[in-house]
């Protein structure tokens, strides 16, 4: 199973930040299939590549824990049922896809 992750950071409203979420993630062809203020999941849409390299996205937000610094925290996962048995997989390609866009589109800062 190939698995990438990052983690980014942000002084934004959670609102704000999820909307850019939604929108990055949108833009590289992954539908939300379940968000809410803490978790929010998304899946690379079927018809381009065959179904175990299909890229599910989860991403965590934390900003509960972190009232006093207002900080809003995303751990971001990609993965899929793919053997990575080269660096240069597909995962690893929608992997920096969405990282570019999250970076570029919302006000995250990379940690």
């Given at each position: 199973?190939a698995?990438?992750?990052?983690?980014?950071?942000?002084?934004?409203?959670?609102?704000?930040?999820?909307?850019?979420?939604?929108?990055?993630?949108?833009?590289?062809?992954?539908?939300?299939?379940?968000?809410?203020?803490?978790?929010?999941?998304?899946?690379?849409?079927?018809?381009?590549?065959?179904?175990?390299?299909?890229?599910?996205?989860?991403?965590?937000?934390?900003?509960?824990?972190?009232?006093?610094?207002?900080?809003?925290?995303?751990?971001?996962?990609?993965?899929?049922e793919?053997?990575?048995?080269?660096?240069?997989?597909?995962?690893?390609?929608?992997?920096?896809?969405?990282?570019?866009?999250?970076?570029?589109?919302?006000?995250?800062?990379?940690?």
């Amino acid at each position: 199973m190939a698995r990438y992750s990052c983690s980014f950071s942000s002084r934004n409203p959670i609102e704000i930040l999820l909307n850019h979420l939604g929108e990055a993630l949108r833009s590289c062809d992954i539908e939300i299939i379940y968000r809410n203020n803490e978790y929010v999941v998304g899946r690379e849409k079927p018809g381009n590549v065959a179904f175990t390299k299909l890229v599910t996205v989860e991403a965590l937000i934390d900003y509960q824990g972190v009232t006093s610094s207002k900080e809003v925290h995303l751990n971001c996962i990609l993965k899929n049922e793919e053997l990575p048995l080269k660096q240069d997989n597909h995962c690893r390609r929608v992997f920096d896809t969405v990282k570019r866009k999250i970076e570029s589109q919302t006000p995250w800062q990379l940690q």
